[in-house]
């Protein structure tokens, strides 16, 4: 995908701030990092951060998290963004944005964590799941353009994954990957559809003192197949961690034969990206699309 992300720089940030919420013009302003993808992230002096989507393919998400987050956060134990306000578009940026409560803790995937502490940490990460699966869901959003089809059987991504498998049939396992990919498609979430985060990813975890302490970024949230929140079984706990996160979601098999599929697109597609497939993120991305094609799911 082109990267037609806009760049917001912390001038911009301000202006809209004073213009709009003039209470806060004071406050100081800086970015947080490392920054998002979809968002950029600012600290909004101590107790509230600014956010705003980079491009308009993500614009839609902000109206959805201001209706839903508030209502989500009074189930959760652990710290979610809480909206004290959205902003309106202006001349010098297209679209809606908000304000939110700031959440302590560091990302998860800017620390070094060690096998044996991420053991609690992925049973917290299996709760937090536990507990969004029992919220009501009526009226809630379904899988749809706005989240990338996230909840929906991974099968609406078959021509992009086969075209990868394709592409990189000289460093992976090319029958292995089109064999999972089959078995993943092959079924689909036939039990009343629950919340799912929608891109429960390392860098939507915060940890603090060894534990979670908030996940943030709910703008794909939606109903449906929790699949693909499972992903984060191989992209970021690993040994005896996923074993632990996997017991404390008893899924049956194809819930978790689709979520590696989920796993395998995605590695394949951030694989093709990379021009040089022996750089130190390709030979990542390369290492991670083998250990999720050699994953036993019992």
Known sequence: MKDDRLDIPVFLVSKLIKTQFPEYANLPIKPVEPNGWDNRTFRLGTTMSIRLPSAERYAAKVPIEQ??????????????????????PSEDYPWNWSIYEWIEGQSAN?????????EPIAKELALFLKELETIDSTDAPIPSAHNFFRGASPIVYTEETLSAIDALKEYIDAKTALS???????SKWNRKPIWIHGDFSAGNILIKNGHLSGVIDFGGMAIGDPSCDLVIAWTFLKGKSRELFRAALPFDKDTWERARGWALWKALITLKSIPDKMDTKAM????????ILEEHIP
Do not use: C
Not at 180 to 186: N, P, Q, V
Not at 284 to 291: F, G, S
């Open 67 to 88: 209706k839903w987050l508030p209502k989500l956060a009074t189930k959760l134990s652990v710290s979610i963004p809480r909206p004290i306000a959205m902003g309106n």
């Open 284 to 291: 990542e991305q390369r290492r991670l699309i083998q250990e």
């Open 180 to 186: 999972l990919w089959k078995s993943a498609i092959s």
């Open 110 to 118: 800017t620390l070094k964590i060690y096998d044996q502490s991420m």
